[in-house]
T-cell receptor, first 116, second 118 residues
Framework: DAGVIQSPRHEVTEMGQEVTLRCKPISGHDYLFWYRQTMMRGLELLIYFNNNVPIDDSGMPEDRFSAKMPNASFSTLKIQPSEPRDSAVYFC??????????????FGPGTRLTVL | AQTVTQSQPEMSVQEAETVTLSCTYDTSESDYYLFWYKQPPSRQMILVIRQEAYKQQNATENRFSVNFQKAAKSFSLKISDSQLGDAAMYFCAYRRMYSGGGADGLTFGKGTHLIIQP
């Protein structure tokens, strides 16, 4: 399997611009997670989906952030308008859950976002 | 809310020696999972080891083992025979488990930077 795929790997944009990050989970996985990593806040969960449905978006910092999962093989995280404090590494992860054992979350390589 | 604490921002060990990374967590739940992830400079998050809270036996993966103390809410990682390739950030993580199936996202500690001295 190719693993979790994220694009772009690096994104540099100017304040006020719209940014879209993309993720393709591992085939067959039914959970998809978006995380953000910064020096100040560490790794934090933004939102996660189960079977394409958002389950918990309480970690989304504000209305400028939105995430969608139109099908089982694709998800986007959008920031509009972007601000310098959004600069971070954004990770996508996926997993397949099954009782009684829990599967592991597999992470993509991350997207390093820089907002100037 | 669950919290995960890694009290050692940085640790250093000689190659071939053993090192232990500390992690404590706070939760009121009884069913959960604990993980150690490794993040090398490439920033890829790599699972090192995981522990189910209902299992009393400590997990082991080759040179990596954990000391899971449920009552103390402690989950330390021991790396034996340290190798240069072990140099990385190590993150402890917690994940709640629901009795009906499914789970939350991961709650991470701040990480420990492990340096391997040749």
């Amino acid at each position: 399997d190719a693993g979790v795929i994220q694009s772009p790997r690096h994104e540099v944009t100017e304040m006020g611009q719209e940014v879209t990050l993309r993720c393709k989970p591992i085939s067959g996985h039914d959970y998809l997670f978006w995380y953000r990593q910064t020096m100040m806040r560490g790794l934090e969960l933004l939102i996660y989906f189960n079977n394409n449905v958002p389950i918990d978006d309480s970690g989304m910092p504000e209305d400028r952030f939105s995430a969608k999962m139109p099908n089982a093989s694709f998800s986007t995280l959008k920031i509009q308008p972007s601000e310098p404090r959004d600069s971070a590494v954004y990770f996508c992860a996926s997993s397949r859950e099954g009782l009684p054992e829990i599967d592991t979350q597999y992470f993509g390589p991350g997207t390093r976002l820089t907002v100037l | 809310a669950q919290t995960v604490t890694q009290s050692q921002p940085e640790m250093s060990v000689q190659e071939a020696e053993t090192v232990t990374l500390s992690c404590t967590y706070d939760t009121s739940e009884s069913d959960y999972y604990l993980f150690w992830y490794k993040q090398p400079p490439s920033r890829q998050m790599i699972l090192v080891i995981r522990q189910e809270a209902y299992k009393q036996q400590n997990a082991t993966e080759n040179r990596f083992s954990v000391n899971f103390q449920k009552a103390a809410k402690s989950f330390s990682l021991k790396i034996s025979d340290s190798q240069l390739g072990d140099a990385a950030m190590y993150f402890c993580a917690y994940r709640r488990m629901y009795s009906g199936g499914g789970a939350d996202g991961l709650t991470f500690g701040k990480g420990t930077h492990l340096i391997i001295q040749p």
